[in-house]
């Protein structure tokens, strides 16, 4: 993370918020579409500087943000989950199902030919030959999102009856992962930016949204070797982390050429720092939650807490992501200033 003067507090509005507030959509066309996506990044910048600009958002005369996005539907749709996409939110890929017989026959593609990986190369084309420069990445999803997306939930189950047909499908969603990496980053320069703003881009960082959802023991088992894969194919390596890090925060610490972990709300931050060690950048998000329902005051209490656990705060930073429509404005507003006051570095 680049040296600041305070710990830095980011902020992330979801689309709901975007459409409701501007008629901006995150349908189909923002991600299939170059053009429209950097007309209407412009316009969120002018809307955030009109809105915000009094504590440092937005911009009021941006320059063109040549950004290539998908999200973490990308993988899955290659094999065939179909993505739903709607104007008030992130793209979502519906999983396969699939028996394990047909997950056992699935071969790596060459994803350079397949889509949509094939489109969003040509966007990346058009982009650098319209603005000399491509922003952003793919999103290579997680591990076990990907396992789950093929298989479905039956895989908590197959963790327990059938832990080789699971070592099997991890490992080749790990490649897939790998070759994805491996063909964007030469391109992009980055594998972080399609995961988290708050991770130096050029950090290859998997967001385990789903591992929340097993033990630590299990992530032990069917987690950590595979992030371990990962993280030797491609490093340095961060982890975005979504809900409470607490049960797996020790198996983390086991990963390789670790240098960046995010971690959501409910998360014992200061617990999580010293397992993890000083020089693990660390990522510490407040409760859209909160944010949307809690007062000012408590917000306040929420961003001061979250720094006073954060040490050292050279390498840490905050963010209030997920901010969905009616999110009180002066919400927003004190959790930066906040960050700017109780926040600052000696």
């Not at 983390?252 to 014992?268: H, Q, S």
Request: charged share 20%.
């Amino acid at each position: 993370m680049t040296q600041a003067k305070q710990v830095p507090l980011g902020v992330g509005f979801y689309p709901d918020w975007w459409f409701k507030n501007y008629g901006i959509s995150f349908g189909r066309e923002y991600y299939y579409a170059s053009a429209y996506r950097v007309e209407a990044q412009a316009k969120m910048q002018k809307a955030l500087h009109e809105r915000f600009g009094d504590v440092g958002l937005g911009s009021p005369d941006p320059e063109p943000r040549p950004l290539i996005t998908f999200g973490m539907p990308l993988l899955p749709a290659v094999f065939g989950c179909e993505v739903v996409f709607e104007d008030a939110a992130v793209p979502w890929a519906n999983p396969a199902n699939l028996s394990k017989a047909a997950c056992d026959k699935l071969t790596r593609p060459d994803l350079s030919t397949v889509s949509p990986v094939k489109e969003m190369l040509a966007q990346m084309d058009d982009l650098k030959s319209t603005y000399g420069k491509v922003v952003g990445d793919l999103n290579v999803t997680g591990v076990q999102n990907l396992a789950l997306k093929l298989r479905g939930e039956e895989l908590y189950i197959d963790y327990f009856e059938d832990p080789d047909f699971c070592h099997r499908l991890l490992t080749f969603c790990s490649e897939c992962i790998i070759d994805l990496w491996q063909l964007v980053y030469p391109i992009t320069g980055t594998g972080a930016m399609d995961v988290t703003p708050m991770c130096d881009p050029s950090i290859f960082c998997v967001p385990n949204c789903t591992v929340e959802q097993i033990s630590g023991d299990t992530y032990a088992a069917f987690g950590l070797p595979y992030d371990n894969m990962l993280a030797e194919a491609c490093h340095p390596f961060g982890i975005h982390h979504c809900g409470s890090l607490n049960a797996v925060v020790e198996q983390y610490a086991k990963v390789k050429n670790l240098v960046f972990v995010e971690a959501g709300f409910g998360t014992d931050f200061a617990r999580a720092r010293r397992i993890l060690g000083p020089e693990v950048a660390f990522n510490a998000r407040i409760s859209p939650v909160l944010m949307k329902n809690g007062t000012p005051g408590e917000v306040e209490a929420a961003v001061k807490d979250a720094i006073d656990q954060g040490a050292p705060l050279h390498n840490y930073s905050i963010d209030i992501v997920g901010l969905t429509h009616g999110v009180p404005d002066e919400n927003v507003r004190v959790a930066r200033k906040t960050a700017m006051t109780h926040g600052k570095l000696d």
